[in-house]
């Protein structure tokens, strides 16, 4: 059955109309009857003497539910407004005139008759099923265990299981089936559980959920605010509402920007450029004029905004704005918060620019400040209505856009504060909401040299979305990692819509949501003007779309490291080769496997490894079995072909190599006088396995368990693109992540695209 959305619009109107704050009962089941949702049969009374007329003789069974109507009594369980009792007129009669006593003065309009629905009580026959507005992804749907006991129950399970909560924005019908076979309480009820009987199908299940994400998308927020069928009970006949409420809702529905996001390749790649806050000293301006030749930006195609003077760094200065001839790609400016709004004006309404860098803050994190912004934002709107589409502006409150294929870094960072970084551009996009988050990013990700990194700040005008949305399409980017603090209205969804794609086609998003607690989103909203969401739905969401969520800022980090550096190595199962010198690593090992298992050699690995050891003179204290417990005793050369052997075993589908570097049989110390070691030697444990890196397709990562005398060790087998951690169950708990999302890229390849545009 279809829902009857005309019949929903004329009953949620018409109770607006009549300034309620939530339906009535009888309304609430109208609703859910246009939905083609089963509710119980019920007639409405309004007094004890409208009982006496009423045709009990239509409800079957030897109960009947009474129910009080009032606008005023939202949840009636909690306030004895619900009774069940014998199906007799006395009874009835007895019960209603009771409740109109409780009940004088609660805006009274009535009770209802209900047909009493036996069912199961046991766990998982009651379920939940709610959605609600949300500022960031607009209507978001949640389904769960339900009745009284369904706080308890969600609280008690863990995260992922407790509940399902979906965008209908974002998640297509084939993926909403994958959504709601997460939380325990449908595979209890679908019949996953030892093999027992389903209790509804679920089709059934993903069909009642559908026709509430379709109410949700229709109605909110203009008319819906927030709605809930609580209890959703599982009967002989399938799924039947016995109670729904909707709070009515009375905010206009925000209407898409229409940014031209086709200009950020005029900001992300431009021909020209102009900067104004340039100062004789090494201010920022300067800074970022001197990091754009020192990128080959022609100086030719550099103007600079700079009265009194002809050139600067050999670049061409204009004494104001509006003695620019030309339109430029790219506008950064980079002065005093109190000037830039009226530069940002002189720019649009000259039209200069295609694309405006803000540097500064102060603008719009700071109440007080709207008047300052408010003919900036004037003359954006103007412009966007012409012909020409105005510009786009990144920031402000930001520290802008390191772009390779732009050839400009406005990240006024000293370089003997953050060296340039050397090699090829990886196929990496960082988009960051702080400036001081990127830079930081950047000086503990040094080996990792992405194609952009762009810091957004408040997101006055482009936003996360926008970016994301942009740059969806350029398949040179193989993993996006993304640090959040809050999206502007809707954006949210514009973002995971965008999200959805990239993942679909094989790439990787990483993804750290800041502000999660109520503290951490008003330190959020105090700096960059944004408003953090609800943790959980924003986890949930991002995971529907194939996001991978980093708990924590350092495993956002390594998370970055491992895609990066792992990026061409092939997963294709959970078993495990381990390896390590000393048993307490071994032991850690075993302990931490989460989803991987521990493989089982081949003869042939056996007999190699055996060779191995007798080679280095310890197979007599070497057993064979995995993890392999090498010893300290073992050097160089046996380490190295141990994890050869231990990695071409074709029962091994990615390795752990564990090194505790104190054992003096290993050459793990740069060079220094009092000992022999030197890293840098062809011979030494790190060049061996960065010869074997590039050789082998298996993902391996290596655990340095020791102290910071041995970072040196560290950092150059991160040189060399394996990923390197300093305790066992770390690098397993990471490592299980990222085997897990690739395998799953591996089936969405092989799967249709669900998504709803």
């Given at each position: 059955m279809t829902v009857n959305l005309n019949k929903i619009s004329q009953t949620l109107r018409g109770a607006r109309d009549r300034g309620e704050l939530a339906l009535l009962e009888t309304e609430g089941m109208a609703v859910l009857e246009a939905m083609g949702?089963?509710?119980?049969?019920?007639?409405?009374?309004?007094?004890?003497?409208?009982?006496?007329?009423?045709?009990?003789?239509?409800?079957?069974?030897?109960?009947?539910?009474?129910?009080?109507?009032?606008?005023?009594?939202?949840?009636k369980s909690d306030v004895g407004g619900i009774a069940v009792v014998p199906n007799q007129l006395d009874a009835i009669v007895l019960t209603v005139g009771s409740m109109e006593r409780k009940f004088r003065g609660e805006a009274l309009v009535g009770f209802t008759l209900n047909q009493y629905v036996p069912y199961d009580s046991s766990l998982g026959?009651?379920?939940?099923?709610?959605?609600?507005?949300?500022?960031?992804?607009?209507?978001?749907?949640?389904?769960?265990?339900?009745?009284?006991?369904?706080?308890?129950?969600?609280?008690?399970?863990?995260?992922?299981?407790?509940?399902s909560i979906h965008s209908p924005g974002i998640t297509g019908l084939d993926g909403l089936a994958l959504v709601l076979q997460q939380p325990a309480v449908t595979q209890l009820i679908t019949g996953g559980l030892r093999n027992q009987r389903p209790r509804v199908s679920l089709e059934q299940l993903t069909?009642?959920?559908?026709?509430?994400?379709?109410?949700?998308?229709?109605?909110?927020?203009?008319?819906?605010?927030?709605?809930?069928?609580?209890?959703?009970?599982?009967?002989?006949?399938?799924?039947?509402?016995?109670?729904?409420?909707?709070?009515?809702?009375?905010?206009?529905?925000?209407?898409?920007?229409?940014?031209?996001?086709?200009?950020?390749?005029?900001?992300?790649?431009?021909?020209?450029?102009?900067?104004?806050?340039?100062?004789?000293?090494?201010?920022?301006?300067?800074?970022?004029?001197?990091?754009?030749?020192?990128?080959?930006?022609?100086?030719?195609?550099?103007?600079?905004?700079?009265?009194?003077?002809?050139?600067?760094?050999?670049?061409?200065?204009?004494?104001?704005?509006?003695?620019?001839?030309?339109?430029?790609?790219?506008?950064?400016?980079?002065?005093?918060?109190?000037?830039?709004?009226?530069?940002?004006?002189?720019?649009?309404?000259?039209?200069?620019?295609?694309s405006i860098i803000l540097i500064p803050g102060g603008l719009e994190e700071k109440h007080g400040t709207e008047a300052i912004v408010s003919c900036m934002h004037e003359a954006l709107n103007e412009a966007r209505r012409s012909e020409w589409g105005g510009p786009v502006i990144n920031g402000g409150n930001c520290l802008g856009i390191t772009s390779h294929p732009g050839r400009y870094d406005t990240m006024f960072i000293p370089e003997y504060k953050l060296p340039l970084r050397k090699g090829a551009i990886s196929p990496v996009a960082i988009l960051s909401q702080s400036g001081a988050f990127a830079v930081a990013e950047a000086s503990k990700l040094m080996d990792i040299n992405p194609k952009y990194s762009i810091t957004v700040g408040n997101q006055m005008d482009l936003t996360l979305g926008d970016y994301l949305t942009y740059l969806k399409d350029d398949t040179e980017i193989e993993i996006f990692a993304v640090y959040v603090e809050g999206f502007r209205p809707l954006d949210g969804l514009r973002f995971l819509q965008a999200a959805a794609e990239i993942t679909a086609s094989g790439r990787t998003i990483i993804f750290y949501r800041a502000g999660r607690t109520a503290a951490g989103a008003h330190a959020a909203a105090s700096h960059t003007?944004?408003?953090?969401?609800?943790?959980?739905?924003?986890?949930?969401?991002?995971?529907?779309?194939?996001?991978?969520?980093?708990?924590?800022?350092?495993?956002?980090?390594?998370?970055?490291?491992?895609?990066?550096?792992?990026?061409?190595?092939?997963?294709?199962?959970?078993?495990?080769?381990?390896?390590?010198?000393?048993?307490?690593?071994?032991?850690?090992?075993?302990?931490?496997?989460?989803?991987?298992?521990?493989?089982?050699?081949e003869a042939a690995t056996g007999v190699r490894l055996q060779r191995i050891f007798k080679e280095a003179r310890i197979e007599q204290v070497v057993d064979l079995h995995n993890p392999i417990d090498l010893t300290p005793m073992t050097g160089d050369l046996a380490y190295e072909q141990a994890i050869r052997a231990l990695m071409e075993d074709v029962h091994v589908d990615a390795g752990i190599i564990g090194c505790v570097p104190l054992?003096?049989?290993?050459?793990?110390?740069?060079?220094?006088?009092?000992?022999?070691?030197?890293?840098?030697?062809?011979?030494?444990?790190?060049?061996?396995?960065?010869?074997?890196?590039?050789?082998?397709?298996?993902?391996?990562?290596?655990?340095?368990?020791?102290?910071?005398?041995?970072?040196?060790?560290?950092?150059?087998?991160?040189?060399?693109?394996?990923?390197?951690?300093?305790?066992a169950d770390r690098a397993l708990g990471l490592f299980n992540v990222f085997c897990r999302e690739r395998m799953r890229t591996a089936t969405r390849l092989h799967a249709p695209v669900a998504l709803v545009q």
């Open positions: 949702i089963a509710v119980p049969f019920h007639l409405f009374v309004k007094d004890t003497l409208d009982v006496t007329k009423a045709d009990l003789s239509l409800f079957s069974g030897d109960k009947i539910v009474i129910k009080v109507v009032s606008p005023l009594i939202f949840h026959n009651e379920l939940l099923l709610g959605a609600r507005w949300t500022d960031d992804y607009g209507p978001v749907v949640s389904f769960g265990p339900g009745g009284i006991y369904a706080e308890f129950l969600a609280s008690h399970f863990k995260t992922g299981a407790d509940v069909d009642v959920v559908r026709k509430f994400g379709e109410l949700s998308t229709t109605f909110m927020p203009e008319l819906i605010s927030e709605c809930e069928i609580n209890p959703l009970v599982i009967t002989p006949g399938g799924l039947t509402a016995l109670d729904i409420l909707i709070k009515l809702g009375r905010v206009p529905k925000q209407k898409a920007v229409d940014r031209p996001i086709h200009k950020i390749k005029n900001l992300l790649q431009p021909q020209s450029a102009a900067i104004i806050g340039v100062s004789e000293s090494l201010n920022p301006g300067h800074i970022i004029l001197n990091n754009l030749i020192r990128e080959g930006f022609a100086k030719e195609q550099i103007a600079v905004i700079k009265p009194g003077v002809q050139t600067i760094e050999g670049c061409r200065c204009y004494p104001d704005v509006a003695s620019m001839s030309h339109n430029v790609d790219v506008f950064i400016v980079s002065v005093d918060a109190s000037r830039a709004p009226a530069v940002i004006t002189e720019i649009i309404k000259g039209e200069k620019a295609e003007a944004s408003i953090a969401g609800d943790y959980a739905v924003t986890r949930q969401l991002a995971e529907c779309a194939g996001v991978v969520v980093a708990e924590t800022i350092a495993d956002f980090e390594d998370l970055t490291r491992l895609f990066t550096y792992f990026r061409h190595k092939e997963v294709k199962g959970w078993r495990l080769g381990a390896l390590s010198n000393a048993g307490f690593e071994c032991v850690a090992i075993a302990d931490n496997l989460g989803n991987f298992r521990l493989a089982s050699f054992t003096s049989a290993l050459n793990t110390l740069p060079s220094a006088p009092g000992h022999r070691d030197d890293l840098l030697r062809e011979d030494s444990i790190v060049m061996r396995m960065a010869r074997l890196n590039e050789e082998l397709f298996k993902p391996w990562l290596v655990v340095i368990d020791s102290g910071p005398l041995y970072d040196p060790m560290a950092r150059l087998l991160e040189e060399h693109g394996i990923p390197t951690f300093r305790t």
